[in-house]
């Protein structure tokens, strides 16, 4: 046998010994665990009644949620859109999956011919008409639906892409819709449902009323006991319904802002940079050295800075440097370069190519112009761009981008599309490739001006810092699990407190917190203090878990400091009750019942069961309610109400005049219409209440 061979054999031998030792870890860690590491769903952000939910096309979706929120908003990502972003991707795909399995169950499905209708039909799905409306026209295109179709088939990859992602959200709204049919054809309403809820409108009850207000009775002699909370936490058990796991947190924030020192230092700063504005010969390269926001030096319309730059960019004369202004915790400055008139908004579509594609700049504006050439011959721009252009999202709509104002678009492109006039077709490169586009329309003409602005934030130096972290670290190295409260009142620190911390919050008590604070508070054990000082922009904090309340109904103990309040009310209605029993044994009217008990009987008129407000007192519903299932002239029995005590007597009821039919009909399709809106939110949350869902966003974000 040859080296070779030799060589082979042992090699063979060796990864035999190291497959056997690979296995043995595996089978250890099966043992160890439970279950082996490949199988800890590493990708999975949650799960909906055993179906995944994946990260990479959950995170995907995120992204363009939040990229559509900050076109809304304006500005960059923040937490909170990041934040917002994310719930709304979870709810939709919970949504989704709860959606799709109903559907599944009862067998709901969309034939091949309804299908087609739904395209091609005589009455397209809204999506493919609002797809396919040519932006020149308004009217919808059924030749670039057809040409969009062929191109499809022909194996095209990204419009192939595009087109299946379009036919997969016309089924599944199309299953929606047949769902949300089917619910509401199981919903209805009576004639005498009608009859009442008109009657619980319009029907007046006069009545009187005496109240022993819970307030009236002091509270240092309520002694509450275990058996006080048990029967309270008895009658109350569903309302102590935790939705998801959260955590008790108290902890103690140390500001960390800016003081009137660190805001002189910061004035005194941009003054000096006005001054080298003033002399600068380069503003636009001065401006993205100096400026903390490196605002883009392009033409502005009114309302696009702050309200004090606003208000004097747009009255001097170019050349003028301006400011300094104080403005969202910043100071600002701006020099005037260049100001002129200009359209408002532009509706325009373009058709985007890839320089790296075509193989360079060059290549690609030669391309363009082509392209240009072909349009000013009379060839379809809307053609042009199914076939040619990169933006995927706006090719299906024939390059169209619709109308947008200034400082949505990048400098090169809105400058063409601002600086043109409609009709022309320019050809521009921005830093997203080689742009062909077509101005459509110009609306209005307002004065814009371009300006060099720089701004510097307020921040706390690093005395402020130093001197607030220190007074942090001072209570973080002495704290423990036993003494937080007590070390805080020592160093007279106060401790706040959040009793329902859930898993993707942001903030505490309206103070914005770091994400890596509640991945701690979820990881850590009941009674833990954070390992660490936590740090944001102007704030250090040290948090403590103090309890975590499981999913589902609570245990008393977990909500007992919770409901002390109630249970208080819930002492004192009972004292309450049989002071008003009292007063009611014997007497044949309110008013012998007031006057037992040193009270005058308090007149109501004119309420309606619709509506269950005492005047001047408080929502009572179940008084209310005792009201309109008396006789008159009748006291009621004592009724624990959420103010106090109540006893009630109707003086008389003033009946509505009866409905004709027409009305009756109305009533009643009013009413259908409103349960129906409901019976979906209903049914939906019930679905959700049953499903098994696993949220581990937590992990991700």
Do not use: C
């Not at 908003?73 to 949504?95: D, K, L, Y």
Request: charged share 20%; net charge neutral.
């Amino acid at each position: 046998m040859g080296l070779m061979g030799n060589l082979r054999n042992r090699a063979g031998l060796v990864i035999f010994v190291i497959g056997l030792a690979i296995v043995a870890f595996l089978l250890g860690d099966i043992i160890q665990s439970g279950m082996p590491f490949w199988m800890n769903k590493q990708n999975q952000v949650g799960s909906v009644n055993g179906e995944s939910i994946e990260y990479q096309p959950f995170n995907a979706q995120v992204d363009q949620t939040s990229t559509m929120y900050q076109q809304q908003m304006g500005g960059a990502e923040t937490p909170q859109i990041r934040n917002f972003a994310v719930q709304q991707v979870w709810n939709q795909f919970i949504s989704k999956e709860l959606l799709n399995a109903e559907i599944e169950k009862i067998g709901l499905t969309i034939s091949k011919k309804e299908f087609n209708d739904l395209i091609t039909g005589a009455n397209p799905s809204p999506q493919i008409t609002q797809t396919f409306t040519n932006p020149q026209t308004g009217q919808f295109d059924r030749n670039y639906l057809n040409q969009v179709i062929t191109e499809a088939k022909s194996g095209n990859s990204e419009v192939s892409a595009q087109w299946e992602m379009l036919l997969d959200n016309i089924r599944t709204q199309r299953l929606n819709e047949k769902y949300a049919n089917l619910l509401n054809n199981v919903v209805y309403v009576t004639e005498l449902e009608a009859q009442d809820e008109y009657t619980a409108k319009n029907k007046l009850a006069n009545f009187k009323y005496v109240l022993l207000d819970y307030s009236s009775v002091d509270d240092t002699k309520i002694k509450l006991t275990d058996a006080d909370y048990q029967s309270y936490y008895d009658k109350h058990k569903n309302t102590f319904k935790n939705p998801e796991e959260t955590r008790a947190l108290e902890y103690v924030l140390f500001d960390a802002s800016p003081t009137a020192k660190d805001s002189l230092t910061t004035l005194t700063t941009i003054q000096k940079l006005k001054a080298d504005l003033v002399a600068s010969t380069n503003d636009s390269l001065f401006a993205t050295q100096h400026s903390d926001t490196k605002y883009p030096v392009s033409y502005i319309k009114k309302g696009q800075v702050s309200p004090a730059l606003d208000s004097v960019l747009f009255n001097v004369s170019v050349g003028t440097t301006v400011g300094p202004y104080l403005s969202n915790g910043a100071y600002e400055i701006a020099k005037v370069i260049d100001a002129k008139f200009s359209p408002d908004s532009v509706q325009a579509s373009h058709i985007l190519l890839n320089p790296t594609a075509e193989g360079g700049v060059d290549k690609a504006m030669a391309k363009a112009d082509s392209i240009k050439g072909l349009i000013k011959k009379g060839d379809s721009f809307s053609a042009l761009a199914v076939e040619f252009s990169q933006d995927q999202q706006s090719k299906i709509n024939g390059g169209s981008l619709g109308t947008f104002a200034r400082g949505q678009m990048v400098s090169q492109f809105e400058e063409a599309a601002f600086g043109g006039k409609p009709g022309d077709v320019v050809v521009v490169n921005s830093q997203f490739g080689v742009h062909v586009i077509k101005i459509e329309k110009q609306v209005g003409n307002s004065k814009i001006v371009k300006a060099a602005i720089v701004d510097k934030q307020i921040t706390a130096g690093k005395e402020t810092t130093d001197a607030v972290y220190a007074k942090a670290n001072e209570f973080f190295t002495g704290v423990n699990t036993k003494n937080f409260t007590e070390l805080a009142q020592q160093q007279g620190l106060k401790v706040e407190k959040s009793a329902r911390t859930q898993a993707m919050d942001n903030t505490l008590n309206g103070s914005e917190i770091p994400r890596e604070l509640i991945r701690w508070a979820f990881e850590v054990e009941e009674g833990e203090v954070s390992d660490k000082i936590f740090e944001t922009d102007s704030h250090f904090i040290v948090a403590k878990v103090n309890n975590i309340n499981a999913k589902g109904i609570q245990s008393l103990n977990a909500i007992k400091a919770d409901i002390e309040l109630g249970v208080k009310n819930f002492v004192k209605a009972r004292m309450l009750k049989e002071k008003m029993d009292n007063a009611l044994s014997g007497a044949t009217s309110i008013d012998q019942v007031a006057q037992k008990l040193g009270k005058a009987a308090i007149s109501v008129e004119n309420i309606v069961l619709a509506n269950p407000v005492i005047p001047g007192v408080a929502l009572e519903n179940s008084v209310v309610g005792t009201v309109f299932g008396l006789q008159p002239n009748k006291p009621s029995k004592a009724v624990e109400g959420s103010q106090g005590v109540y006893v009630v007597q109707v003086s008389n009821f003033v009946n509505p005049k009866e409905m004709v039919d027409t009305e009756k009909k109305e009533q009643q399709k009013q009413l259908l219409s409103s349960r129906q809106q409901r019976a979906w939110g209903s049914i939906f949350k019930a679905l959700q209440d049953n499903a098994d869902i696993d949220d581990n966003r937590i992990r991700f974000y």
